[in-house]
């Protein structure tokens, strides 16, 4: 079974913060990937990474950044965090492939105040 | 027009119903297809991938219709373990996916 573990399941953080969230899989995949997900507004792409130092924006880059240094670790950092960044953060992978399904991390709910 | 659509619901059905989601897609160039599952508060979990042959795992059942861009998920015999958010999956390849908002299915005894 593919494992992607995310290193915390709640984090609490202060306006202006450098915030690091951590995941990392255990499948050898190739492609890595962070959403965040709101109410009424789904899964959004954050970032995706396709191999180590390798990276791509999504759909809603803005006030993110990342770090694929190691294959089986992708990083997504929140340079300044601020109160709209509160919201249930995933990490995904998958096999190198593109057509292949994500198997997800059992999530980030960070609040920002 | 939205990429990947799904009626929000919630669909409230009791046990042992047969219940059915659609969910249509925007792009015919779409490659691949699945149906995930959420828990509340949980992540997404696969539940099963989409074939255009139609595919069947236990009591859920999978079709696509790429002609009318949709796909749909049948799910026999509920269980109150079925009561969970469904989500549609569609992938134009080169992991480039699209999430539909998800369709709320509540079984009550």
């Known amino acids: 079974d593919v494992k992607v573990t995310q290193s915390s399941r709640y984090l609490v953080k202060r306006t202006g913060e450098k915030v690091f969230l951590e995941c990392v899989q255990d499948?050898?995949?190739?492609?890595m990937f962070w959403y965040r997900q709101d109410p009424g507004l789904g899964l959004r792409l954050i970032y995706f990474?396709?191999?180590?130092?390798?990276?791509e924006k999504g759909d809603i880059p803005e006030g993110y950044s990342v770090s694929r240094e190691k294959k089986e670790r992708f990083s997504l950092i929140l340079e300044s965090a601020s109160t709209n960044q509160t919201s249930m953060y995933l990490c995904?992978?998958?096999?190198?492939?593109?057509?292949?399904?994500?198997?997800f991390g059992n999530g980030t709910r960070l609040t920002v105040t | 027009r939205k990429e990947v659509e799904q009626d929000p619901g919630p669909f409230n059905v009791p046990e042992g119903a047969t219940v059915a989601f659609n969910c249509t897609y925007s792009?015919?160039?779409?490659?691949?297809f699945f149906w995930y599952r959420q828990d509340c508060r949980k992540e997404p979990k696969l539940l099963m991938s989409?074939?255009?042959s139609g595919n069947e795992d236990g009591r859920f059942t999978a079709q696509l219709n790429r002609a009318s861009q949709y796909i749909s998920l049948l799910i026999r015999d509920s269980k109150l373990s079925d009561s969970a958010t469904y989500l549609c999956?569609?992938?134009?390849?080169?992991?480039?996916?699209?999430f539909g908002k998800g369709t709320m299915l509540l079984v009550s005894p």
């Open positions: 989409v074939y255009s």
């Open positions: 499948m050898d995949h190739e492609n």
């Open positions: 999956v569609v992938n134009l390849g080169y992991s480039t996916l699209t």
């Open positions: 792009n015919s160039a779409s490659q691949s």
């Open positions: 990474s396709y191999d180590v130092k390798m990276k």
């Open positions: 995904a992978s998958s096999s190198g492939t593109g057509y292949s399904p994500l198997h």
